[in-house]
């Protein structure tokens, strides 16, 4: 069976689903659907795409033809978790990787916005649910629709320097490519390049690079909310009992009671006190990747 050998590691909420969407349209890639099988993070395997084994694993990537050399995947919580780029490493040594990084203050506002959108955070004031992570660590304040109460933990989920300084333990830097996102928004045809020759294939002409992912809120809260309730179960069970299956019911509500919405500005004084939490860990990217990162840490 085609094994991967290209791997988007994260981290969440750094242009990922950007870059994995412009890669997949290359004739020389093959990047799996789903985007995210987390097959590696066993932690939270089976909440994205249910591949408990590695036949099932790889059986994502069978579609892949004899021209298409590079196989991957992007899982954005393997850079995350703690045990995931090893069993990566064990599954294929040789594999490359790509890691995407952003001020980790940005990165965990955006990462609490978009667990609201999915419905496991039930907390919308980034502050307040910032302020719960110690009580939710034994299990407290958490909404019964969380999926991954760990995903909760913001500041851990942020803390760039520790993930990518355990990366680097792992894999040698020469199969490592790192992308900011600044330069990645600024420039996405430039980083683009860049990540083609690091993989070693031919540009392919792209010209067109879309915004992809922006950040999104629900028109009605709690009908954002059905996917994850008994209510939704009901409805795809009724569907297959009577033969509609192809009737989109929930999918077009869905999209109907999605809009794109700019984050608030956080507090100022809130925002001074992500900065300096954050410092030791933007001075860990510093030293590692030899980069001037002092405007991450104003």
Known sequence: MIKPNFFIVGAPKCGTSALMTYLSSH???FMSS????????????GHFYPANSQMEYLALFKDASSQQT??????VLYLFFENAIQRIYDFNS???LVVMLRNPVDLAYSWHSQAVYNSDENIEDFE???????????????SKLSRMPITLQYNAIASLGSQVERLLSIYPKEQVHFIFLESFNENPQKEYQKVLNFLNIADDGKMDFPIVNQNKTHKIKKLGSLNRTNFAKNVRSIKNRFGFK???????VNRWNVIEEKRKPLRAEFRADLVENFNPQVEILEKILEKDLSHWKK
């Open 27 to 29: 004739p020389k890639v």
């Open 34 to 45: 789903p985007k995210e099988p987390h097959y590696f993070a066993e932690e939270v395997r």
């Open 70 to 75: 590079i196989i991957g995947e992007s899982s």
């Open 94 to 96: 040789d594999a490359k």
């Open 128 to 142: 307040t649910a910032w302020n719960l992570q110690e009580s939710r660590k034994n299990g407290k304040n958490i």
């Open 246 to 252: 192809n009737v989109a019911l929930m999918a077009n």
